[in-house]
């Protein structure tokens, strides 16, 4: 398909609750108005922005959404646009957490329904069970809904089955653990990481302020091109308009296998200390077996190519060795060469059971510690990067944190692998990473791959 161009705005609304929602979408409805009047032909909206996230035990009155459809619709019919908005969607008696596809003419191309449902959202929402882009005037979107975008098989799915281009409204949400700097994972890396991998552009649309006074957003609505560069960004507090052009269509992305034999699985130490090293062994090996001891490292991870017996456990990553999974000193890791950037590549040895990966990078082309810090996140893994060409070796813990890494004289470092903290996969109460990937997988399978649903 022809490289296009087209102009897109995320919606970044102020919070509101499903009490103050006929209030706030007045204000909605004109921010999207303005949107499509200046232009822009794909307009995204956040995830529960009708009537609100946090909806309770109370049933959504079935009015509010059919009004709120037919003031969007009016909107996609007066200048010709398509628009995405997070909802509640009642189907067959089920309330889905949909984002919905309005068209041009002002009718449902189709929605999406949130998978990887998120902390409390399981109470009043029923999960999705289907991953297929949908067809509209701007192309082919593959709809996500805010946590989804934590499972990378989610994302890869939609892409391989002609998604060009990822659109999510989202709820992301933060901690305060730092007011002065509202994180979130998705909106801080992952995403980036999503559109690159993917080879397509991805556009979120975002909250800011606080819900119910309990539930605060990190606003960041984005708009990401396909190599994952960012095109524009909401702040964190306020209501407004993210708007850019993507350019849809450049290429397909690349997808590689990670395919290891599982060694005979000996006792495994549920908690050990890892050093790391750049350094050539063969020369130098006696010197850095002694500072791994040093640091009571329980395994030395090189890349020389050493033979003989040391006093440590050495894992010899020599260079040009073929991914495998293997065990030293009874600490387990894959090793693994480009298959790491890759979507789908690691999940069946996570789900084996594999939670320490050891990635062979290339040459640092300024992803490397992205890449890393998402794909430990997602996995809930820690993950090794050694960088030869680039002189770089790092550790990232099982949240995304870069815990330990050689640089200049510091040749060796180490860190602590702890199998209780990569085990923790429940990353919100009742929220299972392993289970998410899981279910991603179930639900790809029920279509193989090629195979049009009409």
Do not use: Q, Y
């Given at each position: 398909m022809t490289p296009r161009k087209i102009p897109v705005a995320a919606v970044q609304t102020l919070a509101h609750d499903r009490s103050s929602f006929l209030t706030a979408w007045p204000r909605i409805v004109g921010l999207v108005d303005r949107a499509a009047r200046s232009g822009s032909k794909l307009i995204v909206l956040p995830e529960g922005t009708v009537p609100g996230y946090v909806l309770g035990t109370e049933p959504v009155p079935v009015q509010q959404i059919n009004q709120a459809m037919a003031d969007l619709s009016a909107v996609a019919r007066q200048y010709a646009a398509t628009i995405i908005y997070g909802g509640a969607k009642i189907v067959s008696g089920r309330t889905l957490n949909a984002a919905v596809a309005i068209g041009p003419d002002g009718s449902e191309l189709g929605y999406a329904a949130k998978q990887f449902l998120w902390h409390f959202d399981r109470r009043w929402f029923t999960p999705g069970d289907a991953l297929e882009p949908i067809d509209t005037p701007v192309g082919k979107l593959g709809l996500l809904v805010c946590a989804d975008g934590r499972i990378p098989t989610i994302a890869a799915t939609l892409v391989d089955r002609g998604a060009e281009i990822l659109v999510m409204s989202t709820a992301w949400v933060t901690s305060g653990r730092d007011p002065s700097q509202l994180e979130n994972i998705q909106a801080d890396f992952m995403a980036s990481v999503r559109a690159r991998e993917n080879a397509v552009p991805f556009v979120a649309a975002n909250k800011a302020g606080v819900e119910l006074e309990s539930v605060a957003y990190c606003g960041k609505s984005v708009l990401i091109d396909a190599h994952g560069?960012?095109?524009?960004?909401?702040?964190?507090?306020?209501?407004?308009?993210?708007?850019?052009?993507?350019?849809?269509?450049?290429?397909?992305?690349?997808?590689?296998?990670?395919?290891?034999?599982?060694?005979?699985?000996?006792?495994?130490?549920?908690?050990?200390?890892?050093?790391?090293?750049?350094?050539?062994?063969?020369?130098?090996?006696?010197h850095f077996s002694a500072l791994a001891q040093q640091a009571d490292a329980d395994v030395l991870i090189a890349l020389g190519g050493f033979e003989g017996e040391l006093p440590i456990g050495l894992f010899d990553l020599a260079k040009g060795r073929a991914d495998g999974v293997f065990e030293c000193n009874g600490v387990r890791l894959a090793s693994v060469g480009p298959a790491f950037r890759s979507p789908r590549a690691l999940t069946a040895a996570r789900l084996g059971g594999i939670d320490l990966f050891v990635w062979h990078a290339d040459a640092d082309d300024g992803w490397n510690v992205t890449f890393a810090r998402t794909r430990a996140a997602e996995l809930r893994a820690y993950v090794i990067v050694l960088d030869a060409a680039g002189g770089r070796s790092f550790a990232v813990d099982p949240d995304g944190a870069v815990v330990a890494g050689t640089f200049e004289d510091y040749r060796l470092a180490s860190f602590a692998y702890d199998r209780s903290r990569s085990a923790a996969t429940t990353v919100a109460p009742a929220t299972d990473v392993l289970e998410g990937l899981r279910n991603a997988e179930a639900i790809r399978a029920r279509r193989p791959e090629g195979v049009a649903v009409v």
């Open positions: 560069n960012t095109v524009a960004r909401g702040d964190e507090r306020t209501e407004g308009l993210v708007s850019g052009e993507l350019l849809l269509g450049e290429g397909a992305p690349a997808r590689a296998a990670f395919h290891a034999p599982w060694p005979s699985l000996s006792e495994l130490r549920p908690k050990a200390r890892i050093a790391f090293t750049l350094a050539d062994l063969p020369p130098d090996v006696e």
